[in-house]
């Protein structure tokens, strides 16, 4: 196993509990120990953990920039599948809209260039990507998210407003069959669904991280929405899968 997939794995773990052991790595990874102890140490040399004994803690001094990386570590490869087959749907000479989040920073990443798009986002990093790239870009103003760097309030929401797409891209915290899609600010879930009231077509980028899980805000989504998740979402919850499909379009990326 290369040592990318590892550090998702080692970072996926940590995510789910503050502190783990090598044992608990070794059982759930299927390596040796002395490679589990040698990516330790690289991931505490990104400031991505903190090496304990016997094993490893989530880092209790991290910065925005950090805390930001952890997440666009966390099941990478996934967001870039999802991310890579939704490039596709993007048409040319089009304004569309962008959320902040880390599976919606790998489309940026992979946006035509050529295509002449405008792209109008409320993340501070992706603007920044996508200025690099050379395509054109609205950032909505306002307050900050810290951790996110995500900008999200009514300052935000009334700029979106006056904005129309032709699509909306956007990422989500949690899908649960019973409480629907959720997020983590009521800003930012207010934001979601303006931005999907002014778009023509509407996709939502999630990985299988987000199958079961229930954050604090609810997000309504119109029945033209499209949700696209990577395929291991069916093998880890076919159940769930199967009874999510019945309620939105989903598509499986393989």
Same mark, same amino acid.
């Given at each position: 196993?290369?040592?990318?997939?590892?550090?998702?794995?080692? *970072?996926?773990?940590?995510?789910?509990?503050?502190?783990?052991?090598?044992?608990?790595?070794?059982?759930?990874?299927?390596?040796?120990?002395?490679?589990?102890?040698?990516?330790?140490?690289?991931?505490?040399?990104?400031?991505?953990?903190?090496?304990?004994?016997?094993? @490893? %803690?989530?880092?209790?001094?991290?910065?925005?920039?950090?805390?930001?990386?952890?997440?666009?570590?966390? +099941?990478?490869?996934?967001?870039?599948?999802?991310?890579?087959?939704?490039?596709?749907?993007?048409?040319?000479? %089009?304004?569309?809209?962008?959320?902040?989040? %880390? &599976? /919606?920073?790998?489309?940026?990443?992979?946006?035509?260039?050529?295509?002449?798009?405008?792209?109008?986002?409320?993340?501070?990093?992706?603007?920044?990507?996508?200025?690099?790239?050379?395509?054109?870009? /609205?950032?909505?103003?306002?307050?900050?998210?810290?951790? %996110?760097?995500?900008?999200?309030?009514?300052?935000?929401?009334?700029? *979106?407003?006056? =904005?129309?797409?032709?699509?909306?891209?956007?990422?989500?915290?949690?899908?649960?069959? +019973?409480?629907? *899609?959720? &997020?983590?600010?009521?800003?930012?879930?207010?934001?979601?669904?303006? @931005?999907?009231?002014?778009?023509?077509?509407?996709?939502?980028?999630?990985?299988?991280?987000?199958?079961?899980?229930?954050?604090?805000?609810?997000?309504?989504?119109?029945?033209?929405?499209?949700?696209? =998740?990577?395929?291991?979402?069916?093998?880890?919850?076919?159940?769930?899968?199967?009874?999510?499909?019945?309620?939105?379009? =989903?598509?499986?990326?393989?």
């Amino acid at each position: 196993m290369l040592f990318q997939h590892r550090k998702e794995k080692i *970072l996926e773990r940590l995510a789910e509990k503050s502190t783990i052991s090598i044992q608990e790595l070794e059982t759930a990874i299927g390596v040796s120990e002395s490679t589990l102890r040698r990516d330790l140490v690289a991931l505490e040399k990104e400031g991505l953990l903190k090496r304990v004994h016997g094993g @490893a %803690t989530t880092p209790t001094n991290l910065n925005k920039e950090q805390k930001m990386a952890q997440k666009e570590s966390i +099941n990478q490869s996934a967001k870039i599948k999802v991310a890579k087959h939704v490039s596709t749907l993007v048409e040319k000479e %089009t304004q569309v809209y962008i959320d902040a989040g %880390t &599976t /919606t920073l790998e489309l940026v990443r992979l946006l035509p260039t050529e295509k002449n798009l405008k792209l109008v986002t409320n993340g501070i990093d992706h603007a920044l990507l996508a200025l690099n790239r050379g395509i054109e870009v /609205t950032l909505l103003g306002g307050m900050v998210k810290r951790n %996110t760097h995500a900008i999200a309030d009514m300052t935000a929401y009334k700029q *979106l407003s006056k =904005i129309n797409f032709s699509a909306s891209f956007m990422g989500m915290n949690g899908l649960h069959e +019973n409480q629907g *899609l959720t &997020t983590t600010n009521i800003d930012e879930a207010t934001l979601k669904e303006c @931005a999907m009231d002014q778009s023509q077509n509407i996709y939502l980028l999630m990985d299988d991280t987000k199958i079961d899980q229930v954050y604090e805000f609810k997000v309504d989504l119109p029945t033209s929405a499209k949700i696209f =998740i990577n395929q291991e979402a069916a093998t880890k919850h076919p159940q769930k899968i199967k009874k999510l499909k019945v309620k939105y379009d =989903i598509e499986m990326i393989e």
